[in-house]
C-alpha cells in the first residue's frame, strides 16, 4: 500500500486550515486518504489528527452561527423593547393630544353656544308664558299666577270643552305665536318627567294624541333618564349635563324650533322645515303625579327698556302674538 509523503501530509493540513468547513469537500480528501496504510503509526495519527481537526472546525462553526444567532436574537429583543417603549410614548402624547382636543373642543361648543344664546335672545323677542287652563288636562294642577304645572292624586271636576286634554296630561301656553321669532325658559330642575315644545293651537285634544310633528307637535321629552326629541321614529339626543332650565328659541318664518340647555349653554335640538300655519303655542307635559313641577320662567328685563322707563321697577309687559 501506498504510503502519503510528508509534503502530501502538509498539502492537506493547509487545506484543512484554508478551507471553510461548509465548503470542505470531505470525498475529496477521504478519496486521497483511502489508500492509508493504517498498520504505520505516522499514518494512523495523521488520519485521527485530520478526523479531530474537522470534528472541532465543524463544532467550532456551528458554535459560531449559534453565537450569531443568539447576538441577533438579543438585538432583535432589544430593538422590539425600543419599538416597545416609543408606542407606549406615542400612545400617551396620543392620548394628551385627544385629552388638549377634547378640552378645546368643548371650549369652542360653549363659546359657540353662548354665541348662539347671546344672538337669538338678541334678535328674539322674549315672552312671559302663562298656562291656558281651558286646554289643561283634569289631572293638572296650575298655580295661581298660572307659571307652574304640577300633576295632582286625581283628576278634577272640570267643565268639557274640545280645548281640553282628554288622553294625555298637557297643557298649552296662553299665548299663540303666527309671526316673528320668540323665546321662552322653563325650569325643569324640579321634574323628572316632561315634555317641552309648541304646538298647533287646533291640535287634537279630545281624542287619543300623539306627538310628533306630522300631528303638529315639536318637542322633546325627558324620561327614564334619557333625553328624546319627539321625531317619526323618535331620536335619542346626548346631553353633556342635565338641564336645570330650557330656553325654547321659535322662528315662525324660517319654520324652525330650537332648544337649548341653559345650564352649560348647550344646543339640544332643532326641529328645522317644520309645517307650520295658523298660529303655535308653548306645549308643556307630565308623565305623573310623581314627576314635580314645570316652571315657566317671567320675562326677562331689557336693559335699554330699563334705562328709557320713568319707573325700573315696573314689571315687564309680555309681548303676544295672535
Known amino acids: 500500500m501506498e504510503i502519503l509523503s ?11 486550515r484554508s478551507r471553510d468547513a461548509k465548503q470542505l469537500d470531505y470525498r475529496e480528501y477521504f478519496v486521497k486518504v483511502d489508500n492509508i496504510d493504517t498498520t504505520s503509526t505516522n499514518n494512523l495519527l495523521l488520519w485521527i489528527l485530520i478526523a479531530f481537526i474537522l470534528v472541532t472546525k465543524t463544532e467550532y462553526d456551528a ?11 438579543e438585538q432583535l429583543r432589544t430593538e422590539k423593547a425600543t419599538l416597545q417603549m416609543e408606542h407606549e410614548e406615542l400612545s400617551r402624547q396620543n392620548g394628551e393630544f385627544r385629552m388638549e382636543n377634547e378640552k378645546l373642543q368643548k371650549e369652542i361648543d360653549d363659546r359657540k353656544a353662548q354665541f348662539e344664546n347671546d344672538w337669538r335672545k338678541k334678535y328674539y323677542q322674549p315672552v ?5 287652563p281651558d286646554t289643561a288636562h283634569p289631572a293638572l294642577i296650575l298655580s295661581e299666577e298660572r307659571r307652574r304645572v304640577a300633576m295632582g292624586e286625581k283628576c278634577l271636576d272640570l267643565p268639557k270643552s ?20 320668540h323665546f321662552w325658559e322653563v325650569k325643569v330642575d324640579s321634574s323628572t318627567a316632561w315634555d317641552l315644545g309648541i304646538c298647533r293651537s287646533n291640535v287634537m285634544c279630545t281624542e287619543r294624541t300623539y306627538i310628533k310633528p306630522e300631528d303638529g307637535f315639536w ?21 353633556k349635563q342635565p338641564p ?3 330656553c325654547i328659541f321659535l322662528d315662525y318664518e324660517d319654520r324652525c324650533v330650537s332648544f337649548y340647555n341653559m345650564t352649560d349653554n348647550s344646543h339640544i ?31 326677562p328685563k331689557e336693559p335699554e327698556v330699563a334705562q328709557l322707563d320713568d319707573n325700573p321697577n315696573s314689571p315687564p309687559t309680555d309681548i303676544v302674538h295672535t
Open 6 to 16: 510528508n509534503d502530501t501530509h502538509r498539502i492537506l493540513l493547509c487545506q484543512i
Open 63 to 73: 458554535s459560531e452561527q449559534w453565537k450569531k444567532w443568539k447576538r441577533t436574537e
Open 128 to 132: 312671559t308664558v302663562t298656562l291656558d
Open 162 to 181: 274640545q280645548l281640553r286634554f282628554e288622553s294625555l296630561p298637557c297643557v298649552l301656553g296662553q299665548q299663540s305665536f303666527s309671526s316673528e321669532r
Open 219 to 239: 318637542a322633546i321629552r325627558f324620561y327614564n333618564d334619557e333625553y328624546w326629541a319627539l321625531t317619526s321614529p323618535e331620536t335619542q339626543l346626548t346631553v
Open 244 to 246: 336645570r332650565m330650557v
Open 269 to 299: 335640538h332643532t326641529f328645522s322645515q317644520g309645517d307650520f300655519y295658523g298660529s303655535l303655542k308653548p306645549f308643556f307635559r307630565l308623565w305623573s303625579k310623581d314627576s314635580g313641577h314645570l316652571d315657566i320662567c317671567p320675562l
